[in-house]
């Protein structure tokens, strides 16, 4: 039990640091995209960050994936790095067994996705583009 909560520990902050950081990415790929628009029409800052804020939902909803198996990937290529991942297969434990928790966060993480699209990402989304197209 307790090398279940220290690869969760190790994968939970991996995943939030990496998905933060690949929404930011992607939010501001769409400010570059659009800057030239804005700087056209005159665009007050106030309603790029509020396009900007209201993008943030999909970007998550695009960015939870990868990050995910980006910090799958991660903690499991640190555990081998540190032979940490030797010592687990020597005591017994099978490589389906050690990763059966993040298995299991997956599915719920999927599930998650589906929610999170369903009740924020698309009114957000909408809301995003019909005040793009009005500004």
């Known amino acids: 039990m307790k090398l279940v909560f220290y690869l969760l520990k190790k ?31 005159n ?28 910090s799958i990937t991660y903690i499991l290529s640190d555990l081998y790095a540190n032979n940490e991942m030797t010592a687990i297969f020597a005591s017994g434990i099978s490589l389906y067994r050690f990763v059966a928790p993040l298995i299991i966060i997956s599915v719920i993480f999927s599930f998650g996705l589906f929610y999170l699209e369903d009740k924020l990402v698309v009114s957000t989304l909408e809301q995003k583009n019909d005040l793009q197209e009005t500004l």
Do not use: C, Q, R
């Open 11 to 41: 994968f939970v902050g991996v995943f939030l640091v990496s998905l933060v950081f690949i929404a930011i990415i992607l939010n501001l790929v769409d400010l570059f995209m659009n800057i030239t628009k804005y700087l056209e029409l």
């Open 43 to 70: 665009v007050p800052i106030n309603d790029v960050l509020k396009i900007m804020l209201l993008y943030v939902p999909k970007t998550i909803w695009y960015a939870g994936p990868i990050a995910f198996l980006f």
